[in-house]
C-alpha cells in the first residue's frame, strides 16, 4: 500500500488483492456486521455507568439521551459509512506495470495480480477517519485486540504457530490504524 496526498484528494495505492479486500470490508465493519448484539451497543453506550444508582432526574436524562443524542450519534456514524462506500465504489484497478519501469517490468513479469487505488476528496477524511474509528472499536470490542502482549507475541511466533484466522483478523485491525495514524499525520487539520 502506497499513501497519497494532493491539494485536492488523498488516495491508497498500489493496495495489493489483500489490502482491498480489508478495505472493502470497512463499512460492514464500521456497521458490526458479523458482531454480537452486545459489540454492536459499544457504539453507543449509556451515559450512565452500570454500577450507578439513579434517581428520578438521572432516568430522565437517560430518556432524553436514547430519544435526541443516541438517534443523532447512529445518523453521523450511517452517514460516514455511507461516504466511504460511495469513495469504494469508484475503486480502479492498476496494473504492476505502471509501478515498474518497462525494463525492470519485463524482468519479473508473470502472472502479477492487479493493484488497486481509491481516491478520496479530502471533504471525506472526517468520515473515513470516524469509519475507521468505528470498525477499530467494534473489532477490539469483539476481539479483544488491544493487548500489547498478544500483539508482540505475534510478531514473534512462527506463522505456524498462530490461529491464522485471528492473524487476519489483527491484520485487518493494523491497516485500519495504519490508515488512521496517516490521516491524522498527512490530512487532517490541513484546512
Excluded: C
Aim: glycine share 2%; hydrophobic share 40%.
Amino acid at each position: 500500500m502506497r499513501f497519497q496526498l494532493t491539494e485536492d484528494y488523498w488516495a491508497l495505492d498500489a493496495l495489493s488483492p489483500a489490502e482491498w479486500h480489508l478495505v472493502a470490508e470497512l463499512p460492514g465493519t464500521a456497521a458490526g456486521e458479523n458482531f454480537s448484539e452486545e459489540t454492536r451497543a459499544r457504539l453507543y453506550p449509556s451515559p450512565l455507568s452500570p454500577d450507578s444508582l439513579a434517581d428520578e432526574e438521572t432516568l430522565s436524562s437517560i430518556d432524553d439521551w436514547n430519544e435526541f443524542v443516541q438517534p443523532e450519534i447512529e445518523s453521523t456514524f450511517r452517514n460516514a459509512r455511507e461516504i466511504v462506500e460511495k469513495d469504494l465504489e469508484k475503486v480502479e484497478f492498476v496494473s504492476m506495470e505502471e509501478f515498474f519501469s518497462p525494463e525492470q517490468y519485463e524482468l519479473i513479469k508473470a502472472d502479477l495480480p492487479e493493484l488497486s487505488r481509491v481516491t478520496i476528496r479530502l471533504e471525506n477524511t472526517e468520515a473515513w477517519y470516524s469509519t475507521l474509528n468505528q470498525a477499530r472499536l467494534l473489532m477490539n470490542e469483539e476481539y479483544d485486540l488491544a493487548s500489547s502482549e498478544e500483539r508482540l507475541m505475534l510478531r514473534l511466533e512462527h506463522q505456524e504457530n498462530i490461529d491464522q484466522e485471528r492473524l487476519l483478523i489483527f491484520a485487518q485491525y493494523e491497516l485500519y490504524s495504519a490508515v488512521q495514524g496517516m490521516l491524522v499525520e498527512n490530512v487532517m487539520g490541513l484546512s
